[in-house]
């Protein structure tokens, strides 16, 4: 049986793979040990990789952003939620590039942005409670 897996450490490496608009870089649990694995082209002092990180049976790749559709989803649902009378407009900054830059000053405008991290940091736990569960994964509470 794996141990558990701290849920700080958890976000931490979802925090990695998800920085810059995720895809960069990697994180990796291993499923004996419960330890977390980080690759990146441009960060040097990590730990060395094991060789077998390919075995998708030993090791969960830690999921990003996008992985748990967490992105413009959430950022509509917020709107949705806290933010009715703006939703058209927020909806349409999603269509067009550098939608998050633009939505996060619209917010900071509204005096939002704390509420919005507060939300945004809530449902990132909540997907990662939830991935967890999905993968048999147990949460050190610790």
Known sequence: MPPPVKLSDLMNAYLFVSANGG???????????GKIYYCSNEIEKLDPLPED??????????PDTRTLDLGKPLALEFARQFMPADFDDIRDIFNRKGAFRQFKALLTRKGALDKWHEFE?????????EWCE?????????
């Open 23 to 33: 895809g960069e870089q990697e994180a990796f649990l291993c499923r004996e040990s």
């Open 53 to 62: 990180l390919d075995d998708d049976q030993k090791y969960f790749q830690i």
């Open 121 to 129: 940091a809530e449902a990132e736990e909540q997907a990662l409670r």
């Open 134 to 142: 999905i993968n048999s994964i147990d949460i050190d509470e610790t």
